[in-house]
Structures are given as structure tokens and as C-alpha cells.
């Protein structure tokens, strides 16, 4: 709906009681505000703050002094040539694109909001219309100005996302003002508009996830008006959060969101006259409801995403509609990087008796010197470890009705490697014209034909030779910000590299339609929807410790689909049954993947396993519309009990984990009976489960010993 006022114009984007409007009019820049349908167009064009676009340029810089990538000069001037509206090409949704120009710069921007369902997926395109060069230093994605609506700062908190190796996915509440660094500072009395600081949420480097998780929830503590946000980006990008005055001196939030910048990534992008940038893709999802309820619509908006981007790959050559689900892997806390022949036959034996539909080999079996770590780069099998050749085991795979798996680290090279003498230096990453060097590896340039050539060559030749259908893509080493060889600056070489791996992989699954892709970098240090959207699944962590894995199987599920989000269960023989237990919940929490030494369980083990497994099997489809609920909220660290619930159309199937503490907790699950669903015969004394009153739900412990315990609840819907 578009409406007019006082010359001003309007435009809900969306149909729903949350929407975001697009405020244009002659004499201002197009902004996008927060708000309801029902919003008055007055109202909201006192309320449009912040320019749609923000770009920091050499030359022109900020029209107000401050530490952030707003009030840039060049989004000040920017006025609107366009604005149109047209169907999405598939009929489902519809693109709204505003064209703007600066006309002091020379710049004319485009930005494309597609919207689909609640969500409006965001990207700028910026032209040289002028004569002279210009030097970009930071193009704003989307800019929203209110993006809870007309909330007070102080009511307004974001739930963000922190990651470490092997402690992935930490979420936390930051009230904005106060811990999250906005205060109010009295602007009318210093005769400014906007402060100089903003509450950041930034990430550097290629571990897109490796510090910040790169999606994230406004909320209002009330929990009636909340906006989910995801930067769609495989490399360096930020969020920022400022203050921003209206005409009347009330306090307005604005949302920025940005990919790489000159301030925290070294990047910059001289634009020849007639030369052309384009963003990052952001997605927000505005909701009238709590930051849960805005979670669920990214989930909406990401599996939306990711069916777009399948749907520019061939169907699959063997008719199914979707890739095998369930995936044995030998690596954690089984083989750990030191697969052979003799140790590998039993564990496929036993991963396909169990019901496994694929087994990945993983790090090491490339190996002849013992020390896999900075030999890889060849992607040769090991004649050491496989006497008889890889075909005699991928042989067995095959012939025990599974899919071959192998790991790859395609992106770096060894130094030990001789490929790192047979390649040109411009196929790898550099710096000052010596190559990065991490942890005993180079990293290719993707952006060079041959490097891209080998990996192509590597792909091609490990699946047409051995039937590999599945790789595990890891990724241990970062280089940090980028490369200035053949480049602007050194973040916009990384930004080049970070577009030719996804063009890499587009490539791949092209000429390969059945083949699936782990997007794993020790564990999930790059876990954006980028890769995502071309993954079949995501390790969620490599944490080897059963009772230290619960929190980040939760934490997951805020930004990774419930069916990616592959959690390790990794029973082990030695482990107690209330230890298996523990560990298979683990994996059932989101998309199982399965580890641990099979071949040597006694039945009862084992039976944990087919039990395991069987449920995961079962509910494979239902998995695929299932959405997240945190029924404890997100979980501490160190909490003792931590829960985790998949909702979908006939049922819910709540983790719940007890790592210590009290003998009970109390749970908010929907109406219907409850039952525990896995496992069907519970070891030593059977937990209690009861409805209270008031609708939740008690869980008791009886005797509980003091170790790890876990189960598997089921809620039937009504």
C-alpha cells in the first residue's frame, strides 16, 4: 500500500502486524522504519531518521563527526529517481527497488528489497555516474531507522551470538542502554542529532562465525515487537546499532548493516567512472511477538533462501526429492585423523548395520608421513594407510548400500605439499608479494584459474574414480584480512575471494547435482547462510566433551535450520548407558551425525544406537518444517539444566539435558500428552514427567547420581 501526505509517500513492505515502510519524498533520502500497517504516514516520516543508504566515501566522509558508518554525507544528499514494484520472478513474493543518486559524489544507488513472506532480503548496488574516480570506504547493505517500531531505547535489547572453537553459539540478552553501551547523553542540549558511538557487532577475517555469530534479534523486553536480522556473507561484515534524534529531540534506534569496511576490515573500493559495487545480502524479519517468534521467521526466510538457490542446480539423478539424511563419520573421539584400512572395514560394517546412509572418511586418509596436518593440498590417497587401495574401502561403502564420504580442506595448501611448488604464486593468498602462511599451510586464491582448476580437477577425479558423493569441507586457518594482490585493498581481495568460493561451489554442484557438502571450519567458525544455502548440512562444533556440548546444540538453532545443524553423538563403549544416552540426545537435538566405535558395543550400546537412529530416521521429513523452541530460554555455559524443543505440524520433541544442580526443572511446552520418546527403556530410574497447573511441564530426577543425564520428550499436538 502506498499513501500520500503533506507531499510525503509511503510504503508498507510486508501485509502482517509487524511491517516495514519505505518513507520517500523530494526534499529527503528513502528511509525504512519500523512500525504496524496501521501507522500514520506523519508519523513515520518524523520517525525516518535514517537514510536507507549509508556510504562512507573518500573525499566526502560524514556529515556529522562520529565512530560509525551513519551519517555519512553521501547518504544525506541522496534524493530518490524511482521507486517500483514488480512481481518475483518465481510469483512468489514481490521486489521493491529504489534507485537513488548523489549527485555530489556522482553516485547513483540501487537497492533491491525482495520480500517474501515477513521477510525483506536487502542488497545495494552502487554506480559511478560522475567523471571521476570514487573511493568507497563502506556501503551500507539496509539501513532501518525504528526496527522494533516506536519503543523507548531503554525497552529494546538484542540477543546476539558469540563463538569460540569448541564453544560455538553463545547467546545472550544486551540491554542497549547500558551494557549494550547507549546511554542517554542529553543530544538537544549539545545541539546534535546523533551521538558519535553505536552498539557494533562485528566479525573479521574468512571465519564469517568465528567470534560473532552473523545473525542475531532486536527485541523488546515486553516481547511484543521484535526484528531478526542475518548478514548472508562468507567473510568480514558488521552490524551497528546507534541513537538518532528526530526534529523533536526523541530518540530513535537505527540498524546498520554492512559487509566489509574500511575501519574494521582494510576495505576499499575505487569505483572508475561507469564501475559498479554491490553489497552484501541482509535479511530482517520484522514480527509482533518475542525474539523466539522472530527466530521462527528466519527459519521461514532461510529455508525459502535455500530452496531459490537449489532450484539453479540440476534435479538429482537418482529421482529423490532430497540427499541421503543420516551420516556416520569416523572422526570424533573415533579415529581422530588416523583412518586405515584395517581400522576403517569394521566401522562401516557397523555404520551400516546401525542404518547409516553415508560414511565420511575424514582427515588423514591423503597421508603417508604421519602428520596429515601440513602435507594436504594433493588429495592423493595414502598407499601407507591403504595397502590394497581407497577403493577397498570405499568398495564396502558402497556395497554396504551407502554413500562414500571423504574430508577435503580444499582452500589451503601444506607447505610440505609439493603442489605448493607447482602452483604459481598468484593462486594463493599474499601479502606485500610473499604468500600468507597460518598454522603451516598456504591458502589459495580462488580468484586465479588454477587454483580453481586443481580443486575442480581434485572434485572431479575423487568423484568419478572412487563414487565419493559426499565431501566434508573444513577450513582450520584464516588469513586474516585479506590479500592486496591484483586488488583495491587488502578487504576487498578477501571479499573477492570470499564471492569465488561460493562461485566455486555453485560450479561444483552444477556438474555435480547428487553430490552433498559438509560446510564445516573447525566446527562452525563459518557458518553464514552464504555456505548454508549451499550446504546439505553444518557441523555445529567440534567439541569432544559430551557434557560440555549441550549449549551449543542449543545455541545452533538460532542461526542454522534445525535439519543442518548437525550435532555429534559419539557413544563409545566405555561410556556408561546414561553417558550414550546423553550423547545420542545430543545428536537428536538437531540433524543427527553419528561417530563412536560401533564395531566394538556390547548389545545394550548398540541398541541405544538402532534406537537413536530409528527415531532420527522417522522423523527425517518432519524435521525439514520443524522450527526451534528454547522451553528453559537460551542456556549459560555452565548451566546444569539445559533444553532445547523442535516444533513441528503433529508434534514437538523436546532435549533435555541435566549436567548437575536440582533434581527437577520446569519446562514451557505446548498442550498434549507427554511422553519420553527416546530412550523407550530409560536406564536406572525412569525420570518423572508431569503437567502443573499452570500449563508447564515438571521434570524430576528421581535418586539422580550426580551424572550426566539426558532424554528425549514428546509432546503429541492435540
Same mark, same amino acid.
Given at each position: 500500500?502506498?499513501?500520500?501526505?503533506?507531499?510525503?509517500?509511503?510504503?508498507?513492505?510486508?501485509?502482517?502486524?509487524?511491517?516495514?515502510?519505505?518513507?520517500?519524498?523530494?526534499?529527503?533520502?528513502?528511509?525504512?522504519?519500523?512500525?504496524?500497517?496501521?501507522?500514520?504516514?506523519?508519523?513515520?516520516?518524523?520517525?525516518?531518521?535514517?537514510?536507507?543508504?549509508?556510504?562512507?566515501?573518500?573525499?566526502?566522509?560524514?556529515?556529522?563527526?562520529?565512530?560509525?558508518?551513519?551519517?555519512?554525507?553521501?547518504?544525506?544528499?541522496?534524493?530518490?529517481?524511482?521507486?517500483?514494484?514488480?512481481?518475483?520472478?518465481?510469483?512468489?513474493?514481490?521486489?521493491?527497488?529504489?534507485?537513488?543518486?548523489?549527485?555530489?559524489?556522482?553516485?547513483?544507488?540501487?537497492?533491491?528489497?525482495?520480500?517474501?513472506?515477513?521477510?525483506?532480503?536487502?542488497?545495494?548496488?552502487?554506480?559511478?555516474?560522475?567523471?571521476?574516480?570514487?573511493?568507497?570506504?563502506?556501503?551500507?547493505?539496509?539501513?532501518?531507522?525504528?526496527?522494533?517500531?516506536?519503543?523507548?531505547?531503554?525497552?529494546?535489547?538484542?540477543?546476539?551470538?558469540?563463538?569460540?572453537?569448541?564453544?560455538?553459539?553463545?547467546?545472550?540478552?544486551?540491554?542497549?542502554?547500558?551494557?549494550?553501551?547507549?546511554?542517554?547523553?542529553?543530544?538537544?542540549?549539545?545541539?546534535?542529532?546523533?551521538?558519535?558511538?553505536?552498539?557494533?557487532?562485528?566479525?573479521?577475517?574468512?571465519?564469517?562465525?568465528?567470534?560473532?555469530?552473523?545473525?542475531?534479534?532486536?527485541?523488546?523486553?515486553?516481547?511484543?515487537?521484535?526484528?531478526?536480522?542475518?548478514?548472508?556473507?562468507?567473510?568480514?561484515?558488521?552490524?551497528?546499532?546507534?541513537?538518532?534524534?528526530?526534529?523533536?529531540?526523541?530518540?530513535?534506534?537505527?540498524?546498520?548493516?554492512?559487509?566489509?569496511?574500511?575501519?574494521?576490515?582494510?576495505?576499499?573500493?575505487?569505483?572508475?567512472?561507469?564501475?559498479?559495487?554491490?553489497?552484501?545480502?541482509?535479511?530482517?524479519?520484522?514480527?509482533?511477538?518475542?525474539?523466539?517468534?522472530?527466530?521462527?521467521?528466519?527459519?521461514?526466510?532461510?529455508?525459502?533462501?535455500?530452496?531459490?538457490?537449489?532450484?539453479?542446480?540440476?534435479?538429482?539423478?537418482?529421482?529423490?526429492?532430497?540427499?541421503?539424511?543420516?551420516?556416520?563419520?569416523?572422526?570424533?573421539?573415533?579415529?581422530?585423523?588416523?583412518?586405515?584400512?584395517?581400522?576403517?572395514?569394521?566401522?562401516?560394517?557397523?555404520?551400516?548395520?546401525?542404518?547409516?546412509?553415508?560414511?565420511?572418511?575424514?582427515?588423514?586418509?591423503?597421508?603417508?608421513?604421519?602428520?596429515?596436518?601440513?602435507?594436504?593440498?594433493?588429495?592423493?590417497?595414502?598407499?601407507?594407510?591403504?595397502?590394497?587401495?581407497?577403493?577397498?574401502?570405499?568398495?564396502?561403502?558402497?556395497?554396504?548400500?551407502?554413500?562414500?564420504?571423504?574430508?577435503?580442506?580444499?582452500?589451503?595448501?601444506?607447505?610440505?605439499?609439493?603442489?605448493?611448488?607447482?602452483?604459481?604464486?598468484?593462486?594463493? &593468498?599474499?601479502? =606485500?608479494?610473499?604468500?600468507?602462511?597460518?598454522? %603451516?599451510?598456504?591458502? *589459495?586464491? #580462488?580468484?586465479? +584459474?588454477? @587454483? $580453481?582448476?586443481?580443486?575442480?580437477?581434485?572434485?572431479?577425479?575423487?568423484?568419478?574414480?572412487?563414487?565419493?558423493?559426499?565431501?566434508?569441507?573444513?577450513?582450520?586457518?584464516?588469513?586474516?584480512?585479506?590479500?592486496?594482490?591484483?586488488?583495491?585493498?587488502?578487504?576487498?581481495?578477501?571479499?573477492?575471494?570470499?564471492?569465488?568460493?561460493?562461485?566455486?561451489?555453485?560450479?561444483?554442484?552444477?556438474?555435480?547435482?547428487?553430490?552433498?557438502?559438509?560446510?564445516?571450519?573447525?566446527?562452525?567458525?563459518?557458518?553464514?547462510?552464504? &555456505?548454508?544455502? =549451499?550446504?546439505?548440512?553444518?557441523?555445529?562444533? %567440534?567439541?569432544?566433551? *559430551?557434557? #560440555?556440548?549441550? +549449549?551449543? @546444540? $542449543?545455541?545452533?538453532?538460532?542461526?542454522?535450520?534445525?535439519?543442518?545443524?548437525?550435532?555429534?553423538?559419539?557413544?563409545?563403549?566405555?561410556?556408561?548407558?546414561?553417558?550414550?544416552?546423553?550423547?545420542?540426545?545430543?545428536?537428536?537435538?538437531?540433524?543427527?551425525?553419528?561417530?563412536?566405535?560401533?564395531?566394538?558395543?556390547?548389545?545394550?550400546?548398540?541398541?541405544?544406537?538402532?534406537?537413536?537412529?530409528?527415531?532420527?530416521?522417522?522423523?527425517?521429513?518432519?524435521?525439514?518444517?520443524?522450527?526451534?523452541?528454547?522451553?528453559?530460554?537460551?542456556?549459560?555455559?555452565?548451566?546444569?539444566?539445559?533444553?532445547?524443543?523442535?516444533?513441528?505440524?503433529?508434534?514437538?520433541?523436546?532435549? $533435555?539435558?541435566?549436567?548437575?544442580?536440582?533434581?527437577?526443572?520446569?519446562?514451557?511446552?505446548?498442550?498434549?500428552?507427554?511422553?519420553?520418546?527416546?530412550?523407550?527403556?530409560?536406564?536406572?530410574?525412569?525420570?518423572?514427567?508431569?503437567?502443573?497447573?499452570?500449563?508447564?511441564?515438571?521434570?524430576?530426577?528421581?535418586?539422580?547420581?550426580?551424572?550426566?543425564?539426558?532424554?528425549?520428550?514428546?509432546?503429541?499436538?492435540?
Amino acid at each position: 500500500m502506498t499513501r500520500e501526505s503533506t507531499g510525503l509517500r509511503t510504503q508498507a513492505l510486508g501485509d502482517g502486524d509487524a511491517v516495514l515502510h519505505l518513507v520517500w519524498a523530494d526534499d529527503r533520502p528513502a528511509a525504512l522504519v519500523g512500525g504496524t500497517a496501521a501507522d500514520d504516514a506523519a508519523e513515520l516520516a518524523a520517525r525516518a531518521v535514517q537514510p536507507l543508504v549509508e556510504v562512507l566515501a573518500v573525499g566526502h566522509g560524514r556529515a556529522a563527526g562520529n565512530l560509525r558508518n551513519t551519517a555519512t554525507a553521501v547518504g544525506v544528499r541522496m534524493r530518490v529517481l524511482q521507486v517500483s514494484a514488480t512481481p518475483a520472478a518465481d510469483g512468489a513474493g514481490r521486489v521493491v527497488e529504489v534507485t537513488q543518486e548523489d549527485p555530489g559524489a556522482g553516485l547513483v544507488a540501487l537497492t533491491r528489497l525482495e520480500l517474501r513472506g515477513g521477510a525483506v532480503r536487502a542488497t545495494t548496488t552502487v554506480r559511478n555516474a560522475g567523471a571521476t574516480p570514487v573511493h568507497l570506504q563502506a556501503v551500507s547493505s539496509v539501513a532501518l531507522a525504528g526496527p522494533v517500531g516506536d519503543r523507548p531505547l531503554d525497552a529494546v535489547v538484542s540477543v546476539e551470538g558469540t563463538s569460540e572453537w569448541v564453544g560455538e553459539n553463545r547467546w545472550e540478552h544486551v540491554p542497549l542502554v547500558g551494557q549494550g553501551g547507549l546511554v542517554d547523553l542529553d543530544l538537544p542540549r549539545h545541539q546534535h542529532q546523533d551521538g558519535r558511538g553505536a552498539h557494533v557487532v562485528a566479525s573479521t577475517g574468512t571465519w564469517s562465525s568465528g567470534t560473532r555469530v552473523p545473525s542475531g534479534v532486536l527485541t523488546t523486553r515486553a516481547g511484543d515487537a521484535s526484528l531478526g536480522w542475518q548478514i548472508e556473507h562468507n567473510g568480514a561484515w558488521r552490524l551497528e546499532v546507534s541513537e538518532r534524534l528526530t526534529r523533536d529531540d526523541r530518540r530513535v534506534l537505527a540498524l546498520v548493516a554492512l559487509g566489509p569496511t574500511d575501519i574494521d576490515h582494510h576495505w576499499l573500493r575505487t569505483l572508475e567512472p561507469g564501475q559498479e559495487f554491490a553489497t552484501v545480502p541482509v535479511t530482517v524479519v520484522p514480527v509482533a511477538g518475542d525474539w523466539q517468534a522472530a527466530v521462527a521467521g528466519l527459519t521461514a526466510a532461510r529455508r525459502d533462501r535455500h530452496h531459490a538457490v537449489a532450484q539453479d542446480r540440476p534435479a538429482r539423478s537418482d529421482g529423490r526429492a532430497r540427499a541421503p539424511f543420516l551420516v556416520f563419520n569416523d572422526y570424533m573421539n573415533t579415529l581422530m585423523g588416523d583412518p586405515t584400512t584395517d581400522k576403517l572395514l569394521p566401522l562401516v560394517d557397523a555404520a551400516a548395520d546401525v542404518g547409516a546412509e553415508v560414511f565420511c572418511i575424514d582427515a588423514g586418509w591423503y597421508d603417508d608421513g604421519g602428520d596429515w596436518w601440513d602435507s594436504v593440498g594433493e588429495w592423493e590417497p595414502s598407499t601407507l594407510r591403504f595397502p590394497g587401495g581407497l577403493h577397498e574401502v570405499t568398495d564396502r561403502i558402497r556395497d554396504r548400500g551407502m554413500v562414500p564420504g571423504l574430508w577435503l580442506e580444499p582452500e589451503v595448501v601444506g607447505v610440505r605439499s609439493p603442489l605448493a611448488e607447482q602452483l604459481p604464486g598468484e593462486a594463493f &593468498l599474499q601479502r =606485500r608479494g610473499q604468500r600468507v602462511v597460518e598454522h %603451516d599451510r598456504y591458502l *589459495l586464491d #580462488l580468484r586465479h +584459474p588454477d @587454483a $580453481v582448476k586443481h580443486l575442480d580437477t581434485v572434485v572431479d577425479r575423487l568423484v568419478d574414480e572412487f563414487g565419493v558423493g559426499y565431501f566434508k569441507l573444513d577450513y582450520n586457518v584464516t588469513p586474516g584480512a585479506g590479500t592486496d594482490h591484483a586488488t583495491d585493498s587488502v578487504g576487498q581481495g578477501l571479499l573477492e575471494q570470499n564471492r569465488a568460493q561460493v562461485a566455486w561451489l555453485d560450479g561444483i554442484l552444477l556438474r555435480h547435482p547428487d553430490l552433498m557438502l559438509e560446510n564445516c571450519a573447525s566446527g562452525a567458525m563459518r557458518a553464514d547462510d552464504a &555456505l548454508l544455502s =549451499r550446504s546439505t548440512l553444518q557441523s555445529t562444533s %567440534d567439541q569432544q566433551n *559430551l557434557v #560440555l556440548y549441550p +549449549p551449543v @546444540a $542449543v545455541g545452533a538453532l538460532v542461526s542454522i535450520l534445525p535439519e543442518q545443524a548437525a550435532n555429534w553423538a559419539y557413544p563409545q563403549p566405555g561410556m556408561t548407558l546414561e553417558e550414550c544416552v546423553f550423547t545420542l540426545s545430543t545428536g537428536l537435538a538437531g540433524r543427527f551425525y553419528l561417530s563412536g566405535h560401533l564395531d566394538r558395543m556390547d548389545s545394550a550400546r548398540l541398541g541405544l544406537v538402532v534406537e537413536a537412529v530409528e527415531l532420527a530416521r522417522a522423523n527425517e521429513d518432519w524435521l525439514h518444517e520443524a522450527h526451534a523452541a528454547w522451553p528453559l530460554g537460551l542456556p549459560g555455559w555452565s548451566d546444569p539444566w539445559v533444553a532445547s524443543a523442535l516444533t513441528g505440524p503433529t508434534q514437538t520433541l523436546a532435549t $533435555v539435558w541435566r549436567r548437575g544442580g536440582s533434581d527437577e526443572i520446569v519446562l514451557d511446552l505446548p498442550d498434549g500428552d507427554v511422553e519420553v520418546a527416546f530412550p523407550r527403556a530409560q536406564p536406572g530410574t525412569p525420570w518423572q514427567i508431569d503437567r502443573l497447573p499452570d500449563g508447564r511441564v515438571r521434570v524430576r530426577v528421581p535418586h539422580a547420581d550426580g551424572g550426566p543425564q539426558a532424554r528425549v520428550l514428546r509432546v503429541r499436538h492435540p
